[in-house]
């Protein structure tokens, strides 16, 4: 071993506890107004145990549950303890299943629809971030927009088809793809229209799922889109747009720059290792990581190579951005930089002083999460969330840091910064720079309320 | 120079060339071609293709043939359209079509045809793609140009008058036309 040996400077919190002279700060320290505490204070537990006491935690180091507001029992009662052997012990359990639902106990994490009540198909449905840790979102709860109706596609009667300023205009079937080489990524799909409450001139109550969760993550496989234009052999000096077009009963489409789709573009045909749900674009869907959700057309049938942009209605009268002089922003295709706290988030209820774990969700569509801050005193100071490894790009990212709430008024904020530097700006600062009339591509901070009762709400700044 | 010798210079020449050409040619797929695939997509005609082509560029060049006047338009429109879109555009579940007059500065600015559609194409492509929302592709061409005739004229953009075609529909100058700014530096 030589000299270089990185383990050797790794000082143990027991040795630095150890260590003379001038005194460091303990692990239990706050590291920010409000009572946040270091991000990695449990690896620093060695020197933390002792002084958990401090914290009001007795014996070991967990943390405080959150309650639900709605919840029967009285915060902070223990039910009672069960039989020493329960009844699902004494008789054999279920049968085996071919397809796996969830424990019939956890049927209140649902997706939350709002729809057009005339046009039931023309609406969203929010996944319920709240209710969800990791990254991944299950297949069953990620969002849904769709302009008129999931299309009840037969594939075998789909195909694939590109023309346009092409060598040879081709259709591919749903088995044709299937035999091609595949990609994965592990990425986000955020509607250019999610968190668009917060332009309103006051803070909406509702779950964060309900305010945020127009953006779900998953892991898609397909085909890339470069290999299909490439074998159609696109006319390089001529094409500069193509229009994706669904088989849905709106035929949504999108103009996308044909860079881009030689640029990390895919047809994807599985989600998180199954076939593609019916509401997420079965059989096949353009997947542009880090892009706006509309560009990711679903039940893709046609890619048309042109010179232009179509300038269809979901790219000129939707999905552009008014702003105060007047003139609209267009193809703002990237998705910026967002977080949100999803726990302690409404609807949930702080129960009593203690030590309580704060975690949320950070995502950038210019690629990487380079760290997440913190506040508990409404912004006047930060600290620096831990990141749940694998940090990738264009992908949700978790975090997390311990908050010793001493039960005073608090309010909550995260904020992300990606690894090109971009920080998410504060709801002053966006509304400053757009107005409030832009409707999409709202990524200001989110502002939590905690009430000394421990009641959580939505406030701004 | 004998036969053969020149035939071994020309020979070493194009070798040299070949070379040269193929170093390049794979320098160049080094770089820029993505894995190539199994080649199985089927070669459609260009009629199929065209067949299956229902978008509208703002040059019109996809329009069909076909014709609709104002009148036509409201006919249509009270019987298919005035449910969601209500009485001349405005009103109901369906969001307005009609109006916003006072422009897109204001504290309640209304995105409308009139007073935010950069182009009357755009019009034609969604009627036809994704209207009535209960049938859409079920509007014959001249009914399509007829509701567009209709709703341009309620938005002040053409005379009672007019007739909608291919080239006349092309040729409408929305008022919002420059109102756009692309944000994306792929898009500029």
């Known amino acids: ?461 | 120079m004998s036969t053969d010798k020149r035939n071994i210079w020309v020979g070493a020449f194009v070798l040299v060339a070949v070379g040269l050409f193929l170093s390049r040619g794979a320098d160049r797929i080094a770089e820029t071609a993505p894995p190539r695939g199994p080649g199985l997509g089927h070669q459609v005609s260009l009629e199929t293709a065209a067949a299956w082509d229902i978008s509208i560029p703002p040059d019109g060049h996809n329009l069909p043939p076909g014709s609709g006047t104002v009148a036509a338009g409201e006919k249509l429109y009270l019987a298919r359209c005035i449910n969601c879109h209500g009485k001349r555009g405005r009103g109901l579940s369906a969001e307005e079509l009609v109006g916003g007059v006072d422009g897109l500065t204001g504290d309640y600015p209304e995105k409308t045809v009139g007073s935010y559609w950069p182009y009357a194409t755009t019009l034609f492509d969604y009627i036809r793609r994704a209207m009535p929302q209960d049938a859409p592709l079920s509007l014959t061409s001249d009914e399509i140009y007829a509701l567009c005739a209709y709703l341009l004229f309620l938005n002040g953009v053409v005379a009672e008058a007019d007739v909608m075609n291919a080239a006349t529909l092309s040729a409408v100058e929305m008022p919002n036309r420059e109102g756009f700014v692309r944000i994306n530096e792929m898009a500029r």
């Not at chain 1, 997420?280 to 892009?291: A, E, K, V």
Request: one cysteine or more; hydrophobic letters at 40%.
């Open chain 1, 1 to 461: 071993m030589d000299g270089n040996d990185p383990s050797k400077d790794k000082k143990s919190p027991r040795r630095r506890a150890a260590a003379t002279g001038p005194a460091e700060p303990l692990p239990t320290d706050p590291v920010a107004g409000g009572g946040l505490l270091h991000r990695r204070l449990f690896l620093k537990s060695g020197a933390a145990l002792g002084s958990a006491a401090a914290l009001g935690v007795t014996g070991t180091f967990a943390f405080a549950a959150y309650g639900e507001e709605s919840a029967l029992e009285p915060p902070g009662e223990m039910p009672p303890m069960p039989p020493a052997t329960p009844p699902w012990m004494k008789t054999p359990g279920g049968p085996l299943t071919n397809y796996g639902q969830p424990s019939p106990h956890e049927k209140k994490v649902i997706r939350w629809i709002t729809s057009n009540q005339s046009s039931p198909g023309n609406g969203v449905s929010w996944t319920p971030l709240q209710d969800l840790e990791g990254a991944m979102t299950p297949n069953g709860l990620h969002f849904e927009r769709h302009h008129n109706g999931v299309p009840a596609i037969v594939p075998e009667q789909h195909r694939l088809l590109i023309h346009g300023l092409v060598a040879r205009p081709l259709t591919f079937t749903v088995d044709d793809l299937l035999r091609y080489p595949m990609m994965s990524r592990l990425c986000f799909v955020e509607c250019g229209g999610n968190s668009n409450a917060g332009w309103n001139p006051r803070p909406l109550q509702a779950r964060a799922g309900h305010l945020h969760g127009l953006a779900s993550c998953s892991e898609w496989s397909g085909v890339p889109l470069a290999v299909l234009l490439d074998e159609a052999g696109i006319d390089q000096t001529q094409a500069k747009w193509l229009y994706a077009e669904g088989a849905d009963a709106a035929a949504v489409g999108a103009s996308i720059p044909v860079a881009k789709a030689f640029d990390g573009a895919f047809v994807a045909l599985y989600q998180n290792g199954e076939r593609l749900r019916p509401e997420n674009g079965y059989p096949m869907r353009l997947l542009i990581p880090g892009w706006e959700g509309v560009t990711n057309i679903k039940w893709l049938r046609r890619l048309k190579v042109v010179a232009e942009p179509m300038m269809s209605r979901d790219e000129t009268s939707k999905y552009t951005e008014l702003v105060p002089d007047g003139t609209a922003r267009q193809f703002t295709f990237v998705m910026d930089a967002k977080s949100l706290i999803t726990a302690p988030s409404p609807g949930k209820k702080m129960q009593g002083p203690g030590l309580y774990q704060i975690t949320g969700l950070a995502w950038s569509g210019r690629g990487r999460i380079a760290r997440v801050e913190v506040s508990a005193d409404g912004g006047a100071s930060w600290a620096e969330a831990e990141l749940q490894e694998p940090v990738l790009p264009h992908c949700f990212t978790r975090f997390r840091i311990p908050w010793d709430w001493q039960g005073a008024p608090a309010v909550l904020q995260s904020r992300a910064v990606d690894e090109t530097g971009y920080v998410q700006p504060t709801r002053e600062a966006l509304v400053a720079a757009r107005g409030t009339h832009g409707y999409f591509h709202y990524n200001a901070i989110v502002s939590w309320r905690v009430s000394a009762e421990g009641k959580v709400s939505h406030v701004y700044g």
